[in-house]
C-alpha cells in the first residue's frame, strides 16, 4: 500500500499519537502536514523525524476549534504541494470527570470538548474536501475512541463528543462518495505520554499491565497499532471502504479474556 507522492494532514499531530501517525504515513511515501497548536519544540521534533523518512513535510500552527485555522491549514498544504489527498483528524481534547457525578461538568465543558472533537473534524474535513473532490479521490480518517462505542472513557461528554464523530463519519461517508471516503478508528487504551503525564509512570505501569492481563489479545496498545490502520484506510488497499468504525482495542470491546487452562 503506497502512499508516495501523496498528501497528508494530520491534525495534532506534534506528539502521541499523532506523530506515530505522520512517520507511519511518511514510510508509506506521503508528504506530510505536521499540525500543532501549543507544542512548537516537539512539532519541531516531530517533522524533522518525518522528513528523515525521505518525504517532504511542513508545520503549520493551528486550533481545529477555529474555522479560520481549519482553511488555513489547508492552504498551507495545497499552496505547497496543490494538493490534499488523505486528512486524519487526530487532534481531540478531554476533561476527567466521573461519569456518576453529574455536577462534574458544565455546559461551558461539554461545548469545549465538542468543538475539538467534533466540530474541528467537521472544519477540517470541509476545508479539505474541495482539495480532494478536485483530484478526484481523498480519504478522510477520524480519530475516535472505544468511548464512542461503549459510553466509557475520561467523561460522559468526551464519551459523546466520540459518538457524535462516529454518526458524523457515516453521515459524510454517504455525502462526499463517491470522490472521498471518510472512515473512523475507535482505539482502547495507547500507551503514549497522555496517559503516563495525566497519571504518573506508576500508575501509568499499572493501567497497562491491567490491559495485558484483561484483554482477549493480552497486550496494551501502542501508537504505531494505531497508525498502522490509519494507513490502510488512508491507502489504495481501502479503495472499497467507507463509512467503516473500526474498533481497535486488543478485544477489550468483547469483555474480560478467557481464563486459561492450567
Known amino acids: 500500500m503506497t502512499l508516495k507522492d501523496k498528501v497528508s494532514i494530520v491534525t495534532g499531530s506534534a506528539t502521541g499519537l499523532g506523530a506515530a501517525v505522520a512517520m507511519k504515513l511518511a514510510e508509506r511515501g506521503s508528504n506530510v502536514v505536521i499540525?500543532?497548536?501549543k507544542s512548537k519544540k516537539e512539532a519541531e521534533e516531530t517533522l524533522a523525524l518525518v522528513k528523515a523518512k525521505g518525504v517532504d513535510a511542513i508545520m503549520v500552527q493551528g486550533d481545529v476549534g477555529e474555522d479560520a485555522d481549519c482553511r488555513r491549514i489547508a492552504q498551507a498544504a495545497v499552496d505547497?504541494?496543490?494538493?490534499i489527498d488523505v486528512l486524519v483528524n487526530n487532534a481531540g481534547t478531554t476533561?476527567?470527570?466521573?461519569?456518576?457525578?453529574?455536577?462534574?461538568?458544565s455546559a461551558d465543558?461539554?461545548?469545549?470538548?465538542?468543538?475539538?472533537n467534533v466540530i474541528g473534524a467537521y472544519q477540517m474535513i470541509r476545508a479539505c474536501a474541495p482539495h480532494m473532490k478536485k483530484a478526484g479521490k481523498g480519504s478522510v480518517v477520524n480519530i475516535s475512541s472505544i468511548a464512542g462505542v461503549t459510553g466509557i472513557g475520561s467523561s460522559?461528554?468526551?464519551?459523546?463528543?466520540?459518538?457524535?464523530?462516529?454518526?458524523?463519519?457515516?453521515?459524510?461517508?454517504?455525502?462526499?462518495?463517491?470522490?472521498?471516503?471518510?472512515?473512523?478508528?475507535?482505539?482502547?487504551?495507547?500507551?503514549?505520554?497522555?496517559f503516563s503525564d495525566r497519571f504518573g509512570d506508576a500508575q501509568f505501569e499499572k493501567i497497562k499491565k491491567q490491559q495485558e492481563e484483561t484483554t482477549p489479545l493480552a497486550r496494551a496498545g501502542t501508537p504505531d497499532d494505531i497508525a498502522v490502520s490509519v494507513a490502510f484506510?488512508?491507502?489504495e488497499g481501502s479503495d472499497h471502504?467507507?463509512?467503516?468504525?473500526?474498533?481497535?482495542?486488543?478485544?477489550?470491546?468483547?469483555?474480560?479474556?478467557?481464563?486459561?487452562?492450567?
Request: with cysteine.
Open 35 to 37: 499540525n500543532y497548536t
Open 241 to 262: 471502504i467507507t463509512g467503516e468504525t473500526l474498533i481497535t482495542d486488543a478485544g477489550l470491546h468483547l469483555g474480560f479474556a478467557p481464563l486459561k487452562a492450567r
Open 233 to 235: 484506510f488512508a491507502g
Open 95 to 105: 476533561q476527567f470527570a466521573n461519569h456518576a457525578d453529574l455536577e462534574a461538568l
Open 80 to 83: 505547497k504541494w496543490g494538493r
Open 156 to 194: 460522559v461528554a468526551y464519551a459523546a463528543s466520540k459518538g457524535a464523530l462516529n454518526t458524523m463519519t457515516l453521515s459524510l461517508a454517504r455525502s462526499l462518495a463517491p470522490e472521498i471516503r471518510v472512515n473512523a478508528i475507535c482505539p482502547g487504551f495507547i500507551g503514549t505520554r497522555w
Open 109 to 116: 465543558d461539554f461545548m469545549w470538548i465538542y468543538k475539538v
